[in-house]
């Protein structure tokens, strides 16, 4: 009987203490006005796949927010269904849940843009959470690929029609200049391949270099500029993260990535110190309305680039026999 309680003892304490743990995690981040994120349970799809896409918001309850029609955001899905959760007040915050669920009938690459979600800062909390302004959820991609569709399977396949006898003057001639055409576009074709390689041949690191590189051309005379740069800046890096280590940066929040950052044995200690600062640094100038020096963006640009060259990883030449 005695052992019996005691098991019940422990047992009730673990639940406790996963409670307990799981509220601490999901209030992580208390001391900002407005947290939203917005994520879509797959960034890649075939056509007619239903997409989930969900935003969160979490917010002090004094505060008054605008949100607008998430709809006009999804102009190019075909929205099957939305849903809108109750409010839950947790520890004076609240906390939301918008939730679509859209298709898509053409292939190609998407875009979610940010969702930008006015706010309302009352006087009283100012010293806190500063002035009203505004905070933007994270950009999403997704992909559409084409699949064979199960009618076309068993589809016979038809027999190629004869050529056609064509009546020329001179077949000497006629055959030299097709050949002369047929040198001349795989020439060309050599050629534009040559000069111009394709982005999605490029390395992670030689992308990186090339958004970057343009990114460094943008002007910051003023705020908005320079918030601009931040959010280009902190997707190229996310970008080179997915590519060169096969993280999912893109759609995740900061604080998830910096999680599975530090699990990733590819990157040092230093480097994983650079990216969590990096992280907080321009979620803190998007979301926010404080301003930011070029000499402080460009200096950030600076450690990216350089963190870019500590990371990339450049494939062996193949040996030849």
Avoid: C, W
Avoid at 36 to 64: C, H, M, P, R
Avoid at 250 to 273: C, F, G, R, V, Y
Avoid at 277 to 300: G, N, R, V
Wanted: aromatic share 12%; charged share 30%; glycine share 2%.
């Amino acid at each position: 009987m005695f052992k019996k309680i005691n098991r019940i003892r422990v047992f009730s304490f673990f639940i406790l203490f996963a409670i307990i743990n799981l509220n601490i995690s999901v209030r992580a981040d208390n001391t900002k006005p407005i947290v939203a994120y917005a994520k879509v349970d797959k960034t890649e799809a075939t056509i007619g796949d239903i997409i989930n896409f969900q935003i969160s918001l979490d917010y002090d309850k004094s505060i008054k927010l605008q949100i607008p029609d998430t709809k006009k955001y999804l102009s190019d899905f075909e929205v099957i269904k939305d849903n809108k959760s109750s409010p839950k007040n947790i520890d004076n915050r609240i906390v939301e849940e918008f939730s679509y669920s859209f298709q898509v009938k053409n292939i190609g690459s998407y875009t979610i843009q940010p969702i930008e979600i006015k706010y309302t800062v009352p006087t009283n909390l100012e010293a806190i959470y500063g002035k009203s302004g505004v905070v933007k959820t994270s950009k999403i991609f997704i992909d559409i690929k084409t699949v064979l569709k199960p009618e076309d399977k068993n589809k016979e396949i038809e027999d190629i029609k004869p050529l056609e006898k064509i009546n020329v003057f001179d077949t000497n001639l006629v055959i030299f200049i097709v050949i002369i055409v047929i040198v001349a576009i795989i020439g060309l074709y050599f050629l534009i391949k040559k000069l111009r390689r394709p982005e999605k041949d490029l390395l992670a690191h030689e992308l990186a270099y090339k958004q970057l590189d343009a990114l460094k051309k943008s002007k910051l005379d003023n705020q908005e500029e320079t918030k601009e740069f931040y959010f280009n800046l902190s997707e190229i890096v996310r970008r080179y993260l997915k590519n060169r280590f096969e993280i999912s940066a893109l759609e995740k929040t900061s604080q998830a990535l910096n999680k599975e950052i530090q699990n990733n044995h590819e990157i040092d200690k230093n480097q994983k110190i650079f990216i969590n600062s990096f992280l907080e640094k321009t979620d803190f100038y998007k979301f926010t309305d404080a301003i930011s020096s070029p000499d402080s963006a460009y200096q950030l640009f600076d450690n990216a680039y350089n963190f870019v060259n500590e990371t990339k990883k450049i494939p062996e030449p193949e040996k030849k026999n």
